[in-house]
């Protein structure tokens, strides 16, 4: 199996930033893309960022221009740079891999998130 352990959420005013690590450890052969995603309450699951192995990223709209997301392929390693930070982004952050496992088997895992939270 895989595990994803998340860390760098907390508490920041608006305008301040955050970064986000995630590291993924296990019985990992290789991983494919790697995810970060945000619910807020009584809001849905939102993908607010991906990166595949090859570095080509994107972001959701909201989040352009503001979050960078990174990886480290041999640490198996991603983050998340949170800048301009606005009440918006308020959520837990999870983050998720598209991995092989040593078994051969392929699926997405998730982390347990953390969160973030901004106030003005």
């Known amino acids: 199996q895989v595990q994803l352990v998340e860390s760098g959420g907390g508490s920041v005013q608006v305008g301040g930033s955050l970064r986000l690590s995630c590291a993924a450890s296990?019985?990992?052969?290789?991983?494919?893309?790697m995810d970060w995603s945000r619910q807020a309450p009584g809001k849905e699951r939102e993908l607010v960022a991906t990166?595949?192995?090859?570095?080509?990223?994107t972001y959701a709209d909201s989040v352009k221009g503001r979050f960078t997301i990174s990886r480290d392929n041999a640490k198996n390693l991603v983050y998340l740079q949170m800048n301009s930070l606005i009440p918006e982004d308020t959520a837990a952050y999870y983050c998720?891999?598209?991995?092989?496992?040593?078994?051969?088997?392929?699926?997405?895992?998730w982390g347990q998130g953390t969160q973030v939270t901004v106030s003005s």
């Open positions: 990166i595949a192995r090859s570095g080509d990223t």
């Open positions: 296990g019985s990992i052969s290789i991983i494919y893309n």
């Open positions: 998720n891999v598209d991995a092989v496992t040593a078994a051969r088997t392929r699926r997405r895992f």
